[in-house]
């Protein structure tokens, strides 16, 4: 089997080799090389010690902040490589750091306290392939299988739960039986792992093709830390636009969904507080009046829980708020749902729409789909026109204002805001002349209000 490597990865081997020591490329470029993907970054191990990859590489640019876990970052070309000594990791006895990581002689040990077969593999141009526990057959089946026994594994790190689902959900692939058992089994260990490793990882696995089936599977893992997706388990909606329950339908909303994380943190969110509003009316249908603030307000008490940042935060809860809002079939519905959302987040916002019916009972879909399509083609022509949607657009500004008399104060801005209203309610059109025209001074302004 051959992997084409960089030429400056293949140098940096050459020269360790040179210098009498072992040297390959391992872990995730390999298994990526032999996916037919690119590699994001060549990582290199090797026997010599770091300070013997130092003096090695005495006169490259080097930084050593790693060298206590046996990695010195090394320059060529501009690129940077981790070079790592082959290292076994000591004790776990908090499930999630190694109590200390010691160096080791042979790469044999050092692929061995890797998580997955499919990530434990090394490579040298002459050497060829090095894959000591099945790794390419794995690779090939479409299978995530741990190095050893899974219990063991799992114990020794929890963090690695997550990695085998987010690998599983990137790749599509199944989790080996045994290793899932053991994930099933051991999502308690999660419990160690800090809280902004896990939200690490849950982006990583919710931005993956094959979610759907890893979320229904593996709900309980998703639980341990999300206790409050446990609710829209198995939860019917008795309601006629809907085929599955709350879960399952959530599900199926993220993989709808583009792979981008306000996206796909929406979808998980947006119907989370609809146990907490089911009624059921007269015919027995149900309903969940208001679950969209609910489910808002606890997708920010989960996001923050997470240690999200704001930004991320408040944007997922914004989408998550307004995901049941009609979609507008007006022009001036629509620079209100702009004014509102912004460019980004309408755009953001069809998305979940389109994501949320395709969730739904398949004989409710075109009539939905059509709808989407008309109020998509109404903002792709609101902002063809370059319409006002924000403030900053109005063809006035403060000092337009203060020229035409108004003294400079917070009465500047409520001027300029309410000139904004009548522009967004059509009620004027976004022209200078027009708007200088509608300004009210506040004397007259007292007199009409
Ligand atoms: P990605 O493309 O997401 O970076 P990767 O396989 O390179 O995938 P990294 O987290 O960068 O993943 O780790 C590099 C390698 O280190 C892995 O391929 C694996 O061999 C090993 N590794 C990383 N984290 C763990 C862990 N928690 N337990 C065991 N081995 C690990
Ligand atoms: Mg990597």
């Known amino acids: 089997m051959h992997i084409t490597i960089p030429a400056a990865a293949a140098r940096l081997l050459a020269r360790l080799n040179d210098h009498g020591y072992e040297a390959y490329v391992v872990g995730g470029c390999v298994r990526d090389a032999l996916m037919g993907r690119t590699p994001h970054d060549w990582d290199i191990c090797t026997d010599a010690l770091p300070q013997q990859v130092k003096e090695v590489f005495a006169g490259h640019p080097i930084h050593d902040t790693g060298i206590r876990h046996g990695t010195v970052l090394v320059m060529e070309q501009g690129e940077g490589y981790e ?125 993956g093709g094959g979610v759907c089936a890893l979320l229904l599977e593996y709900r309980d893992v998703f639980a341990q830390f999300l206790p409050e997706i446990c609710g829209m388990f198995d939860f019917c909606q008795y309601n006629p636009h809907h085929c599955y329950d709350v879960w399952t339908h959530t599900a199926h909303a993220v993989e709808c969904a583009p792979p981008e994380t306000v996206l796909r943190l929406t979808m998980l969110f947006h119907d989370i507080g609809k146990p907490s509003c089911f009624t059921r009316d007269e015919r027995g249908i149900g309903h969940f009046l208001g679950h969209p603030e609910v489910s808002a307000q606890l997708a920010n008490d989960i996001l923050r829980r997470l240690r999200s940042d704001n930004r991320l935060r408040e944007a997922v809860v914004r989408q998550v708020r307004s995901h049941d809002w009609p979609l507008p079939e007006t022009e001036r519905a629509g620079r209100r749902f702009l004014a509102r959302l912004g460019e980004e987040g309408a755009r953001w916002s069809l998305a979940v729409h389109r994501a949320d019916i395709l969730a739904q009972h398949p004989a409710t879909q075109p009539a939905k789909l059509e709808r989407l399509a008309r109020a998509e083609a109404l903002l792709d022509d609101l902002l063809a026109q370059q319409a006002c949607f924000q403030l900053k657009d109005l063809a006035v500004n403060g000092r337009d204002l203060i020229d035409l008399g108004l003294a400079p104060g917070p009465s500047v801005g409520q001027e300029l805001k309410r000139l904004f209203a009548l522009v967004i309610e059509g009620e004027c059109p976004n022209e200078r002349g027009a708007l200088l025209a509608r300004v009210q001074r506040p004397k007259e302004h007292a007199e009409t209000t």
Do not use: W
């Open 83 to 207: 070079i790592t000594t082959f290292r076994v990791d000591g004790d776990y006895s908090d499930h999630r750091h190694p109590d200390r990581v010691s160096f080791v002689r042979s790469l044999r040990e050092d692929l061995a306290r890797r998580d997955f077969t499919v990530n434990a593999m090394a490579y040298h141009p002459s050497a060829g392939l090095i894959d000591l526990f099945g790794g390419e057959a794995d690779l090939a089946a479409g299978v995530i299988r741990c190095v050893g026994e899974p219990s063991e594994r799992f114990a020794e790190d929890g963090l690695r739960i997550l990695r085998a689902l987010r690998f599983a959900a990137r790749f599509c692939f199944q989790v080996e039986e045994r290793t899932g058992q053991a994930m099933h089994a051991q999502r308690a260990l999660l419990d160690y792992i800090a809280a902004e490793r896990i939200f690490s990882e849950l982006k990583g696995f919710l931005s």
